[in-house]
């Protein structure tokens, strides 16, 4: 007899997506909708009252942080992005940090060592693994061709009930994306990116899942380091941002710092969209301040399986041509 466990079985009918089936990459973390609930499932899990978060990051994070009705204290973080620790956590506080584009493994690392109640933010940084024993997630869609999911690794055993999330309404912009082009999905992005916004928590959905097991995560990750590696031997000498470099680290962009006005506008120009992180980091700050300077001359190039090295010397050139302009 059918029941709710077992629904009445559908054969025929119309064929469906074909997407090859694989595995995740993160089999054993709890996947989840966005890496924002993320956040909240750890604030709900551990019950904190005070957060410490860094200036630098994505407004986003505020929703569970202000839906908890959590306290909130900004950060400032140095020249090398690590965090400026003068404040002290305690049993009801945690201290977020960001593995800034996945060049900060180092930092997450020593930190992991001494910081209490640690909560590590890898959106850019997927393929760095979770340290045991420390709350840690991640965000699909900035590595990969997904409209949502996130992954968490939770040091605590609690567990939340939730229901699962359905993706089907934000997924124009990666079809116009592959049937067209990029530039035709993007206002569906802005608008699809506009709908995780407050959303509550949800289990990863069914074709953000088949998605993910369908990545071919080796290739990726090789790719990105190749790309990654090819522009920082171009770029080391003149790039402000000043970072360990590890050949093994698979970061989301290249991060080149150039206190050059307008050049990421002429890259926008010439069709190489590089986004801004983050925006909010202008209302958060004032000019003076390092973090304003990061949001506002950061260059991000992408570095993602979509390109190859003929496309990276495209970059350098472009890049090299417009620093040569005054
Ligand atoms: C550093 C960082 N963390 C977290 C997020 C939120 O990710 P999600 O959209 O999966 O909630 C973003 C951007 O959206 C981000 O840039």
Known sequence: M??????????????????????????DLIQLNTARN????????QGYTTIYLPYFTCEVLLEPIKRLQLQYHFYKIDEQMDPVIDFEVDDHSC??????FGVKTDTVR??????????????QAFYAAPIIGIDTFYSCRKFFGVPDGAYLYAR??????????????????????ADLNVEAGYADYVRNNDVLINNEIKV??????????????????KKRREHFAFLHERFKDINEFKFHYSPEDTPMVYPLLIAKDHLK????????FVATYWPNVFEW??????????AQHMISLPIDQRYNLDDMKYLVETVESLLVKT
């Open 204 to 221: 990863m959905s069914n074709l953000t899942q088949q998605l993910m097991a369908a990545v071919e995560y080796d290739d990726c990750a």
């Open 95 to 100: 201290m977020l940090y960001t593995n800034y």
């Open 285 to 294: 700050t004032s000019p003076d301040a390092l973090e304003y300077h990061f």
């Open 2 to 27: 059918p029941n709710s466990t077992h629904p009445v079985r559908t054969i025929g009918g119309y064929m469906g997506l074909q997407l090859p089936g694989g595995k995740p990459y993160y089999p």
């Open 110 to 123: 020593a930190l992991s060592k001494t910081q209490k109640n640690l909560i590590i933010d890898n959106a």
């Open 38 to 45: 993320s956040l909240e499932y750890i604030l709900l899990t």
């Open 156 to 177: 605590s055993s609690r567990r939340l009930e939730l229901s699962k999330d359905s993706s089907v309404d934000r997924m124009s912009h990666l079809v116009k994306a």
């Open 265 to 272: 506008s002429q890259l926008i120009e010439r069709k190489i």
